[in-house]
Nanobody, 115 residues
Framework: VQLQASGGGSVQAGDSLRLSCVVS????????MSWYRQAPGKQRELVAI???????QYANSAQGRFTISRDDDKNTVYLQMNSLKPEDTAVYYC??????????WGQGTLVTVSS
């Protein structure tokens, strides 16, 4: 199973970005997918989850600004990030969890938000 994240970049506060994560080598539709982030000097934290059935859950910091979605035909999970803030600056990672509770991580994509 391989996860390839993309879409990061450098933006201004208030801008938007959409991250993508393509999953190969698996039954993507059965995976629970999530996005995590890790800011410099901080622990990795959960940003959002989307279950195989479409249920979503967000961290308080992401609620109302970020939207996680999935396209099972494209084996892809997305994170639409709006109204970005400098404190959103981090490396963003996608993670997949299969039916057997195995976890798979992507390589990370850097998001930098300047004020």
């Amino acid at each position: 199973v391989q996860l390839q994240a993309s879409g990061g970049g450098s933006v201004q506060a208030g801008d938007s970005l959409r991250l993508s994560c393509v999953v190969s080598g698996s039954s993507f539709s059965s995976f629970d997918m999530s996005w995590y982030r890790q800011a410099p000097g901080k622990q990795r934290e959960l940003v959002a989850i989307i279950a195989s059935g479409g249920y979503t859950q967000y961290a308080n910091s992401a609620q109302g600004r970020f939207t996680i979605s999935r396209d099972d035909d494209k084996n892809t999970v997305y994170l639409q990030m709006n109204s970005l803030k400098p404190e959103d600056t981090a490396v963003y990672y996608c993670k997949g969890r299969d039916w057997y509770q195995n976890h798979y991580w992507g390589q990370g994509t850097l998001v930098t938000v300047s004020s």
